[in-house]
């Protein structure tokens, strides 16, 4: 049972850069999140998707893109790197707005 | 999502009882409390909900206040593996803003050996 799972574990990019994280979940759910997290701070929403086919901005979406490939995938784009970038990222799934979520390992990204 | 308002940290020994709380004056008649730790390097988890009544799990229990403005989650052992950052969380039932899942700061809790 993989749960939420997320590629790479570690990158490191240079300023100007782009990449994308790749994030995957195997419990059906409809909802999926993108999350940042940087040192000694709680987490901090960038997008999420209530369902396959449509995505939101949360608090923090200025710098990323996202696509909801389907119920299955959702990817974070960073289309030019910059090192306020820097952070471990998350990606979430759950079914309903009330439920469970779960969290994937995370993303160390460090922008140089 | 109406705010809740933890302590920044907390200390217990271990194999003791933690009570950890969480005011949420705000909270809606339909706003389920939730609760995440995140241990150190890995990503949140999971830890408990509830709505009006106290719950229980295997992990913890949630006590939550009758006017609903406040909860305490409850470790009744901790071990050291318990050492994490607690959040807790209000979570609404409907759309629009209710499919954010918003984290504050949470409770550093440490475990003394």
């Known amino acids: 049972n993989a749960g939420v799972t997320q590629t790479p574990k570690f990158q490191v990019l240079k300023t100007g850069q782009s990449m994308t994280l790749q994030c995957a979940q195997d419990?059906?759910?409809?909802?999926m999140y993108w999350y940042r997290q940087d040192p000694g701070m709680g987490l901090r929403l960038i997008y999420y998707?209530?369902?396959?086919?449509?995505?939101d901005k949360g608090e923090v979406p200025n710098g990323y893109n996202v696509s909801r490939l389907n119920k299955r995938e959702f990817s974070l784009r960073l289309e030019s790197a910059a090192p306020s970038q820097t952070s471990v990222y998350f990606c979430?799934?759950?079914?309903?707005?009330?439920?469970?979520?779960?969290f994937g390992q995370g993303t160390r990204l460090t922008v140089v | 999502d109406a705010k809740t308002t933890q302590p920044n940290s907390m200390e217990s020994n271990e194999e003791e009882p933690v009570h950890l709380p969480c005011n949420h004056s705000?909270?809606?008649?339909?706003?389920?409390i939730h609760w995440y730790r995140q241990l150190p390097s890995q990503g949140p988890e999971y830890v408990i909900h509830?709505?009006?009544s106290n719950v229980n799990n295997r992990m913890a229990s949630l006590a939550i206040a009758e006017d609903r403005k406040s909860s305490t989650l409850i470790l009744h052992r901790a071990t050291l593996r318990d050492a994490a950052v607690y959040y807790c969380?209000?979570?609404?039932?409907?759309?629009?803003?209710?499919?954010?899942?918003?984290f504050g700061s949470g409770t550093q809790l440490t475990v003394l050996p």
């Open positions: 979430a799934s759950r079914d309903r707005a009330y439920t469970e979520a779960f």
């Open positions: 419990m059906n759910h409809n909802s």
């Open positions: 998707s209530a369902s396959e086919g449509t995505t």
């Open positions: 705000t909270i809606s008649g339909t706003d389920y």
């Open positions: 509830g709505l009006t």
């Open positions: 969380i209000l979570r609404g039932r409907g759309s629009g803003s209710a499919r954010q899942l918003t």
